[in-house]
T-cell receptor, first 113, second 114 residues
């Protein structure tokens, strides 16, 4: 069945460091891929998405490219800020399975000044 | 604010009691989803509705769980005879049918079963 495997955390970085959070997926069809972010005490917010192979999603300096050949959707940011401290979830949605979302386990990021 | 809302935000109950949660989706969204999230895990799908029809249920949704969306607007999730293992955050999300299926999440209801 469909699933998402996400890099385990927690991750601690200094401000302005480069961030990569790895995400790979398994899907029977052609899923859409998402990164959601959960700030402390808040609900899940969509960060970025990509709907087909080679699409690049981007938002707030974060980027992720849908790589069908490696079944990956790694999240990157060139220079993290303290305000980026949150839990990041990779997810997929597959119309063949009713568009329910399959989430990874989440990666906690802490950025220190 | 016209986002997804959930009520209550927190619920503490004793084992064996029944609880009911409510979700109000974004008004024009015809799909509504329920998820459960336990500590340190990502959300797990429970069930979803398109309008008032419940189209899919996860095997996680035991017979103690029931969800309704009677008029295709708000939804309720009821847990009967709660168990300590039901303690979790219950998330609701809504979306428009179609591709890409971007789901908008509510703040969740945190259930603690003593």
């Amino acid at each position: 069945g469909d699933s998402v495997t996400q890099m385990e955390g927690p991750v601690t970085l200094s401000e302005e460091a480069f961030l990569t959070i790895n995400c790979t997926y398994t899907a029977t069809g052609y899923p859409s891929l998402f990164w959601y972010v959960q700030y402390p005490g808040e609900g899940l917010q969509l960060l970025l998405k990509a709907t087909k192979a080679d699409d690049k999603g981007s938002n707030k300096g974060f980027e992720a490219t849908y790589r069908k050949e490696t079944t990956s959707f790694h999240l990157e940011k060139g220079s993290v800020q303290v305000s980026d401290s949150a839990v990041y979830f990779c997810a997929l949605s597959d119309k063949n399975t009713g568009n329910q979302f399959y989430f990874g386990t989440g990666t906690s990021l802490t950025v220190i000044p | 604010d016209t986002g997804v809302s959930q009520d209550p935000r927190h619920k503490i109950t004793k084992r064996g009691q029944n609880v009911t949660f409510r979700c109000d989706p974004i008004s024009e969204h015809n799909r509504l989803y329920w998820y459960r999230q336990t500590l340190g895990q990502g959300p797990e799908f429970l069930t979803y509705f398109q309008n008032e029809a419940q189209l899919e249920k996860s095997r996680l949704l035991s017979d103690r769980f029931s969800a309704e969306r009677p008029k295709g607007s708000f939804s309720t999730l009821e847990i009967q005879r709660t168990e300590q293992g039901d303690s979790a955050m219950y998330l609701c999300a809504s979306s428009l049918a179609g591709i890409p299926n971007e789901q908008f999440f509510g703040p969740g209801t945190r259930l603690t079963v003593l």
